[in-house]
């Protein structure tokens, strides 16, 4: 006599399988988009602080009074432009250029802003304060930051 044993059910169906894909790529895309938010969120900080560095640098060497001039931040398209040459010349040899990142739209008020409407800050010799003072407005699309400097040369950010 033979004894029938029941056939036992191993695998899972095809509903189960379908259910699991679907939660699995849900939680895959919600930490796709939080993590597409904090990095744009830091790479706009970071944006931030490089604008934030080179303030701080043309201010020390005025106060410095390094190669006895003043020294000043010109904003175009593409470059953040270091310079001493007072009033500011795109042909000086002493510029120093640094990469932008045109992800974002940098904007200032108009009290920092020259007749091409590209941003440019001086600080002045010796005592460190600005010609002109004003805001900057660093823009990604979802969020801002902004940039203070004062006229006592107080850069706040």
Known sequence: ??????????????????????????????????????????????????????????????????????????INENNYIIFRTVPYSESESTNENIPKNNKYTITGSPELQNSDNEIEIIFTELSGEPINTGEIKLYNGIEQEYININKRGLIDW
Do not use: A, C, W
Not at 28 to 51: N, P
């Open 1 to 74: 006599m033979k004894l029938l044993i029941p056939l036992k059910n191993n695998g899972f169906t095809l509903i189960e399988v379908i259910i699991v894909m679907i939660i699995l790529s849900s939680f895959f895309l919600i930490g796709l988009i939080v993590d597409q938010k904090m990095y744009s969120h830091r790479t706009l900080q970071e944006e931030k602080l490089l604008i934030v560095s080179i303030l701080q640098k043309i201010r020390s060497r005025s106060l410095n009074n390094i190669y006895e001039s003043s020294h000043g931040l010109h």
